[in-house]
């Protein structure tokens, strides 16, 4: 879309598009950057916080080598906050030299190059980290921490705003790293009136991002910030080979935009080692997966696996922890000190089976096709054809479950063959299979059996190949599902709903997480999106569209008529009559070979309240 283009400032600039459901005939998620598959590798902070330094980070790095997990594609060694020492007077950024000696140079303006060329000796990329605003995380919510930055006050300034250039260019021309994660701390902790500033450390920055209250946020301000990074990346890694990493916690409603401008989006705040907090940051992704595509993912923080609910006494829910990270497509980064990873640990981050889920070519993030607050299944798309099933046991007794060849759209006339995804088991099956899940547990499957739908794909099978380039959300809006961890302590009014993305589009689901349905006709399958939309489909090779489309029953307005419309490459295949709450669903068809990228806008005149759901029922790609 011409606005994003504008906003995120790596093309030129152009006249505002004034009407967002125009088709563009071009897919407008981000395919910059090294992401084609989602980023693995080890990051620092879950093991050491801000106590790092090189021996800790490149003995991690050797184990990642020596045990063969690089070989499993873990690459990315990525330093987390605590390299530095401060930026310099002329605004040049240190590292610091007693963490990190061999940073050291002779005229003292330090270099990370020998760092990061040990690194790709071994065959690993490197990744760093650093903060939009002016000031950090830990200088924020850490002050006792030993290694912060030292310094005048503007030495102690070393996150990018104001030196987005500079840096990017010292990080990546200069030094030779491959991966950035940037923090939003320095937007959203130095306000005039904070303690830290009015204590005279540190310089005030009034907030543009407010964690809790999206309204307080300046998205379009963030989202120029990143803009620029990302205008920076591009310049100073000619080659692509790069990744943006966004770490502003769902705010900002990030989940909506980051997917046009970086590679990985981080949806929630810090994971933390307890169960519960696993599940938060694991619903604020599970639901998104429309919002994730090859080149930018959903990012629910780091694996936390090696320490408290994930440590080696607790392997059911290590394994849990990795099958949904897998399931989800997340960046798959190891938080544990490598040094001393127990064994039966180091086997969980070595799971061929679930790496291959993760780094599908597909790139199909899993699809809820089960969904209530005890039991969940995920069904994931591979690229292959076949499909993977989870079975997540949320809750603390046994479950018996019933995994039916409908959650998988597979025929139940006809046997699927199911392999475990952690001990390697192969069973078949006809119809649905009993299985009990222990608490805590997700039980895995790869499975192969003939299609319901045989000669195409429905859309909702395919999220990575969807992009709703315009959901028709006008104001962002809490989501009420996603489980509030008592995590941070029982201080203060508890966890209340703040992460927004309520409303979004949804694979096999309205935006409101409720089934499919156009006056009483039911879809188990199709995309369900809020009316003044309009989602991106690539089309690799298919030659029909079907669905049928119409206003979904759980509308709550009965008047609005919505117009659905499909093109092709730009150009209008077939329209739908203007259609109501109640009016049967309109069976929409066309010839759709030789295109590449369709689009699929939903237009209605007057849907002031920005709550009116649609569905393109058992919308598919067909072979003929
Ligand atoms: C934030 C991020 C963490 C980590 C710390 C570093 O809290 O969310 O992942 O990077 O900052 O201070």
């Known amino acids: 879309m011409l606005t994003i283009a504008l906003l995120c400032g790596s093309q030129p600039a152009i006249a505002q598009q004034t009407d967002p459901l125009a088709p563009t005939g071009t897919w407008s998620a981000n395919v910059d950057g090294a992401a084609i598959t989602p980023p693995m590798g080890w990051n620092s902070w879950n093991a050491f916080f801000t106590d790092l330094d090189e021996e800790k980070v490149l ?9 063969g997990l690089a070989a499993k594609g873990y690459r990315y060694i990525n330093l987390d906050e605590g390299w530095w020492q401060h930026r310099r007077d002329d605004g040049r950024m240190l590292a610091n030299t007693d963490r990190f000696p061999s940073t050291r140079t002779p005229d003292g303006a330090t270099s990370f190059r020998p760092f990061t060329d040990r690194l790709h000796g071994m065959g690993l990329k490197a990744g760093l980290y650093s903060d939009l605003g002016r000031n950090t995380c830990a200088q924020a919510y850490m002050p006792d921490q030993t290694n912060l930055p030292r310094g005048t006050l503007t030495q102690r300034e070393v996150g990018l705003y104001g030196h987005i250039d500079q840096d990017i260019s010292q990080f990546f021309g200069e030094w030779g790293f491959d991966y ?46 990143f803009g ?63 919002y994730a595509h090859p080149g930018s993912w959903n990012d629910p923080d780091m694996l936390f696996i090696g320490k408290g609910d994930f440590d080696a006494d607790h392997l059911t829910e290590a394994r849990s922890h990795f099958t949904l990270w897998a399931f989800l497509n997340a960046p798959l980064l190891i938080g ?42 995920l069904v994931k798309t591979l690229a292959d054809g076949d499909k993977a099933v989870a079975i997540l046991n949320r809750s603390s007794a046994p479950v018996e479950a019933t995994l039916t060849a409908a959650h998988m759209k597979l025929r139940d006339d006809a046997a699927i063959a199911t392999t475990d995804l952690w001990n390697g088991e192969g069973a078949s099956f006809t119809g649905e ?15 192969r059996g003939n299609r319901a739908l045989e000669d195409g794909m429905y859309l909702s099978e395919l999220p990575g190949q969807v992009n709703p380039a315009v959901d028709g959300l006008t104001v962002p809006q809490v989501d009420p599902t996603i489980h509030r961890a008592a995590s941070f302590g029982t201080r203060g009014s508890g966890a209340r709903p703040f992460y927004t993305g309520w409303g979004g589009a949804r694979a096999d689901s309205t935006p409101y997480g409720r089934v499919l349905q156009v006056a009483g006709q039911h879809f188990a399958s199709g995309i369900g999106v809020l009316a003044n939309s309009r989602l991106e489909a690539r089309n690799e090779g298919h030659r029909r569209f079907t669905a049928s489309v119409g206003v979904d029953d759980s509308a709550e307005d009965a008047d609005n008529e919505v117009t659905f419309a499909l093109y092709g490459d730009g150009r209008l295949l077939t329209r739908s009559e203007p259609l109501s709450r109640g009016m049967p669903a309109q069976s929409l068809e066309a010839d759709i070979t030789g295109v590449t990228l369709l689009e699929l806008v939903a237009r209605t005149r007057d849907a002031a309240n920005g709550r009116l759901p649609v569905t393109w029922g058992d919308a598919a790609l067909m072979q003929r």
């Open 433 to 447: 299979m009993k299985v009990t899940v222990a608490p805590r547990e997700t039980r895995a499957w790869r499975v």
């Open 180 to 225: 950035i994660k940037i923090d939003g701390c320095g937007l959203r902790a130095y306000g005039p009136e904070s303690e830290r500033v009015v204590s005279g450390r540190y310089r005030a920055l009034d907030p543009i991002l407010n964690l809790e209250t999206v309204a307080l946020s300046d998205i379009p301000a963030v989202r120029g910030l």
């Open 336 to 377: 544990s000190d490598l040094r001393n990873t127990p064994q039966p640990l180091m086997d969980i981050f070595g799971n061929s089976a679930l790496i291959a889920l993760n780094q599908d070519p597909g790139g199909h993030q899993a699809v809820l096709a089960y969904d209530t607050d005890d039991l969940q299944i």
């Open 59 to 67: 003995a991690s790095a050797q184990v990642i080598v020596d045990t």
């Open 228 to 290: 620029e990074v990302k205008t920076a990346l591009m310049r100073y890694n000619p080659d692509n080979d790069f990744v943006l990493s966004l770490c502003i916690w769902g705010s900002a409603h990030v989940r909506a935009w980051a997917k046009d401008i970086g590679n990985v989006s981080r949806t929630s705040d810090d994971i933390t080692p307890h169960w519960g907090r696993m599940l938060t940051n694991f619903d604020t992704a599970v639901t998104r997966e429309l």
